[in-house]
């Protein structure tokens, strides 16, 4: 299971908004009814790109090893 602040990478890219796998995000809320996590996207600079609300299935956790 996810937790709140885990890295996260998308396990397919999505067309809108345009995230690809390589662009890290950090969970920033979990729900528990449905289960769902919202996840900040960042760019290498530190701007949002997007906020979502994704599903388990949606997600691979990366270790803030893997990112740099």
């Given at each position: 299971m996810l937790q709140e602040y885990d890295l996260v990478r998308l396990k397919q890219p999505m067309e809108s908004p345009k995230l690809g796998v390589e662009v890290i995000g950090t969970i920033v809320m979990?729900?528990?009814?449905?289960?769902?996590?919202?996840?900040?996207?960042?760019?290498?600079?530190?701007?949002?790109?997007?906020?979502?609300?994704?599903?388990?299935?949606?997600?691979?956790?990366?270790?803030?090893?893997?990112?740099?």
């Open positions: 979990v729900y528990d009814d449905p289960p769902a996590y919202e996840v900040e996207f960042v760019d290498d600079k530190g701007s949002t790109l997007a906020i979502l609300t994704l599903e388990e299935d949606k997600l691979a956790r990366v270790s803030r090893t893997n990112v740099d």
